[in-house]
């Protein structure tokens, strides 16, 4: 099964080829448009040609990502789905507020994260312990702000706020505060 | 532009005297018309802005490779507001408005409609730029750029006091912002006195697009009465606008609470929608990064491959179409900045957030493909100054627009949204060496003009320029999107040195960008000397509305 780490991997591995084309490109633009050439035209053909790599490009990654991570689909319909498990996350005064001490999901179980903000907005994100990103959400006062996720590692996770709340914002960390348990 | 090979100044005394008179007698400012001595002012200005925003940036650097003990964290999150705002308003719209007040005389072959109302824009967004910088700088007033609701009104965090001057500050830059919005359609659309009468509706259509657009539907087409880079200026021009009209919006709201606290009056927060506010908020935040920017610099590249090469664009029909896309697209695309707000319509993530995001890729590649064709179209070039920053400034957006691309995209933004890869590989880079270079590139294809031919003071410097916004520009990019891809947040402090080494390497590219700027801002006080700059700050001499003197 796809996870963020697995998609951030891939996006690296796309992107700096990309890089490493567009860089010679230009490098080999500077130099040749510096010299006589055999021809100078540019035809209508190869320029058409390339609205049309633009168009399929913009267009297919999301077609691509729906349908590769797993996270997009059930984000746009978790009002249909029914969670296995829910916690109900209260934030306020650059606090979280837990509904446990230690909250426990089991592997390969759905689990809703319910955050409600009674005054700012901030973030909501889990964390490994090697510091990469899990997922997150934004958590806007006097709107429900909830996401659905799918666990299927045994780790133990860091709930940090993803969003600038004022200064006091970057200490709102609770390390090990999610822990999954239960996968082979 | 003509320079010298080489800085030989034989003595301290030859040094001194090139840094007091410039290079070959530097620039005359007696010899300047009002009109050079305006722009020149915006230029300069706007260079000093962006110093103070890439010190400002050089600071949030270090702090993040280790904490600077003078520092405190109100003050690092008062800096980190002040710095884009900075960046934006003092530097970028300065520099940009300063050209632009240029370019639509000369392109226009008319007088600047009004040069008083030009200068008032200048005044109000210098003085607006120091005073909210001064005032966050004193107050530490840190609602961040984005003022997500009810930050900008949160008075447990921030003064009331404070924050009143720096939203003051901020509508000081829009009300001469609205002048020069108003003095760009004048300029277009007026008549100058003893002319004959000008057709302005015809040209106003022309310039926004609509004769453009009427043409599809027409046997006989009608001309196009403003040139391409003038019609880029004016739709770019509507976006300002628009922004201009949110974000004053936006803070008369926030000074009303601000005001009615310090009356001893505490308004309910709870009165205006948290999300209702972001969505306006970033549908006119986003005019400037997804609008007039990308409109104005696809504007600036055509108008720089004309001047360049000589000739004319290559498929330019096309080119205007792009610009009255681009245009549409910009008045909907915010959303792609909401794709991780859960209670956001998921109709307004895909259609705005996504597919409409998906058309940036399409008319900003456009844009870079009919540039760089009409430059090859005309090879052998000479690579020049304004060549070369050219193809850093279309390297720079052809690198950042693919990563914003990835970033809007509903799954990926699950794992991006806010942290380094953001403002990273997508905004630093498009920033700093796609705009930057860019109006680099404007300054130097600018810069015989307006200073009546004043020969650069070193080649070396501009090379060492070129190379570390490059080469610092898309290196800090990389190590800030390298750490952003390990989960480093923006907009937040880490103390256990969990991204160090990602830290250290983005911190010395930013000393790159930071060492190349100085060496440009030498650069220009050694051409022009110290008499000639301080020249450019008073009354001109010569009386007249032409753009050059007349011999």
């Known amino acids: ?184 | 532009m003509t320079t010298n090979t080489a800085p030989t100044p034989s003595s301290k005394t030859g040094f001194l005297k090139t840094l007091i008179d410039g290079n070959e007698g530097g620039l005359k400012a007696d010899g300047l018309t009002p009109a050079q001595k305006l722009s020149l002012r915006f230029v300069v200005v706007g260079l000093i802005y962006f110093g103070f925003a890439a010190i400002e940036g050089m600071l949030m650097r270090i702090y993040q490779i280790e904490i600077i003990s003078f520092i405190g964290v109100e003050q690092y999150f008062g800096i980190l507001t002040a710095h884009p705002l900075v960046g934006i308003f003092g530097s970028s719209y300065m520099i940009v408005f300063g050209a632009f007040l240029f370019v639509i005389p000369f392109m226009m072959k008319k007088p600047l409609w009004s040069l008083k109302v030009g200068q008032a824009s200048f005044l109000l967004i210098a003085i607006g730029t120091f005073t909210f910088w001064f005032s966050g700088f004193i107050s530490h007033y840190a609602a961040l750029y984005t003022l997500y609701w009810p930050l900008p009104a949160d008075f447990d965090q921030f003064s009331a006091l404070g924050g009143s001057f720096f939203i003051a500050g901020i509508a000081l830059v829009m009300v001469g912002t609205l002048l020069f919005v108003l003095n760009v359609f004048k300029s277009i659309m007026y008549t100058p006195e003893g002319w004959e009468q000008q057709p302005g509706g015809a040209l106003l259509s022309s310039a926004l697009g609509f004769t453009g657009f009427a043409n599809l539907f027409r046997k006989e087409k009608k001309e196009h009465l403003v040139p391409l880079p003038v019609a880029a200026i004016a739709r770019g021009t509507v976006d300002v606008a628009l922004n201009a009209l949110i974000i004053t919006f936006s803070g008369v709201l926030i000074l009303v609470y601000m005001v009615w606290h310090l009356a001893g009056i505490d308004l309910a927060d709870t009165a205006i929608d948290a999300l209702l506010y972001k969505n306006w908020y970033w549908w006119g935040l986003d005019l400037v990064a997804d609008g007039l920017v990308l409109i104005f610099v696809a504007g600036t590249w055509y108008l720089l491959a004309m001047l360049i090469t000589g000739k004319k664009l290559f498929m330019q029909n096309i080119a205007r179409a792009a610009l009255a896309v681009e245009l549409i697209v910009s008045w909907t695309v915010w959303s792609h900045h909401l794709l991780s707000d859960q209670a956001q319509p998921a109709i307004l993530k895909i259609v705005s957030g996504e597919l409409v995001t998906a058309f940036e890729l399409i008319t900003q590649g456009l844009a870079i493909f009919i540039t760089l064709a009409t430059l090859w179209m005309a090879r052998p070039l000479k690579m020049t100054n304004e060549l070369k920053f050219l193809l850093g400034g279309l390297l720079g957006f052809g690198l950042a627009v693919p990563a914003g691309i990835m970033q809007a995209d509903m799954g990926l933004n699950r794992i991006l949204h806010n942290t380094q890869w953001i403002i990273g590989p997508h905004v630093h880079v498009a920033i700093i060496v796609g705009l930057g270079m860019t109006l680099y590139a404007a300054i130097y294809v600018l810069w015989p003009l307006l200073t009546n031919g004043v020969k650069l003071y070193s080649q070396w410097m501009s090379n060492v320029h070129f190379w570390g916004t490059l080469v610092g520009g898309i290196g800090m990019g990389a190590f800030m999107g390298m750490a952003g891809l390990q989960g480093m947040l923006r907009r937040t402090i880490y103390f256990e040195g969990e991204f160090t080494p990602y830290m250290w390497l983005a911190g010395i590219s930013g000393a790159l960008i930071l060492i190349g700027f100085v060496f440009f801002m030498i650069n220009i006080i050694m051409s022009v000397g110290l008499k000639g700059l301080l020249g450019i700050f008073t009354k001109s001499k010569l009386d007249t509305k032409d753009l050059v003197p007349a011999d």
Request: a negative charge.
């Open chain 1, 1 to 184: 099964m796809i996870n963020s780490h697995d998609v951030l991997w891939g996006q690296t591995l796309l992107y700096t080829a990309y890089v490493v084309v567009m860089v010679s490109v230009i490098i080999w633009f500077a130099y040749s448009v510096t010299k006589e050439g055999k021809t100078s035209n540019v035809s209508k053909t190869f320029f058409w040609g390339f609205v049309a790599v633009l168009v399929v490009v913009g267009f297919s990654l999301h077609l691509v990502t729906y349908n590769t991570i797993p996270w997009v689909k059930q984000d746009l319909h978790r009002g249909d789905t029914v969670a296995d498990q829910q916690f109900d996350i209260v934030v306020e005064n650059h606090e979280f507020i837990l509904p446990a001490k230690d909250m426990v999901v089991q592997c390969n179980e759905l689990v809703l994260f319910d955050v409600t903000s009674n005054d700012l907005t901030y973030g909501f994100g889990l964390f490994r312990d090697n510091n990469s990103m899990v997922m997150q959400m934004q958590v806007v006062p006097g709107h429900r702000n909830d996401i659905l996720w799918k666990f299927e590692e045994n780790e133990s996770l860091t709930i940090r706020s993803t969003e600038y709340s004022g200064p006091e914002g970057f200490q709102m960390i609770i390390p090990d505060a999610v822990n999954v348990v239960g996968c082979a």
